[in-house]
């Protein structure tokens, strides 16, 4: 007598950029925000659906894609003195850890590389909803909020204000908004 094994239900779902924002604030001068976005993000999340609390995540997204809408300084943070684009073109999160999940919000632990420098961050994300599209796919939408100091990512680049603090804080706000489609 053979005994059979469930295999969990894995399933692959694929980030529409199109429908799908990766942004950030920072404090500029110590008295104002300026907020920027990457256009161009790419990835996919595995979901084991027999158990939520498991997923692998793989995002990557294209440092050049920086829109501050501020050409001069899209150009400064693309320079060396910031993201170094041309030896650093990706950003990259990966998260392969179980998740601290409460209904539609969870923790996801994983390890964001900016700059040649990975470290590990945690992502509060809420599970915005599920649901089919008028093509017959299915859609996943999901928003998360982390905070990092890009110090410590090797982005040391400031200037000293002569009424005192900095240029540019280290502290920056991250905010995604993904619309991910099953595939």
Do not use: C, Y
Not at 40 to 59: H, K
Not at 66 to 80: C, G, K, N, V
């Amino acid at each position: 007598m053979s005994t059979a094994t469930a295999t969990p239900a894995r399933t692959t779902w694929k980030i529409d950029a199109s429908h799908s924002h990766v942004e950030f604030a920072v404090r500029h001068m110590m008295i104002s925000t300026v907020r920027g976005r990457f256009s161009n993000v790419e990835g996919t999340v595995q979901l084991d659906e027999s158990n939520p609390s498991v997923a692998e995540v793989d995002v990557r997204i294209d440092v050049a894609s920086i829109d501050t809408r501020e050409p001069q300084r899209d150009a400064h943070l693309r320079s060396a003195d910031f993201f170094d684009v041309e030896k650093f073109p990706h950003i990259a999160f990966k998260a392969a850890r179980p998740i601290a999940r409460s209904g539609s919000e969870f923790k996801l632990a994983g390890d964001l590389t900016i700059h040649g420098v990975t470290r590990p961050v945690v992502l509060d994300v809420t599970e915005e909803g599920r649901g089919k599209d008028p093509w017959g796919g299915e859609r996943l939408g999901f928003s998360a909020t982390t905070k990092i100091k890009r110090s410590e990512f090797g982005l040391t680049w400031n200037q000293a204000l002569e009424t005192g603090g900095v240029v540019v804080s280290d502290d920056i706000k991250i905010s995604l908004d993904l619309e991910l489609v099953k595939g």
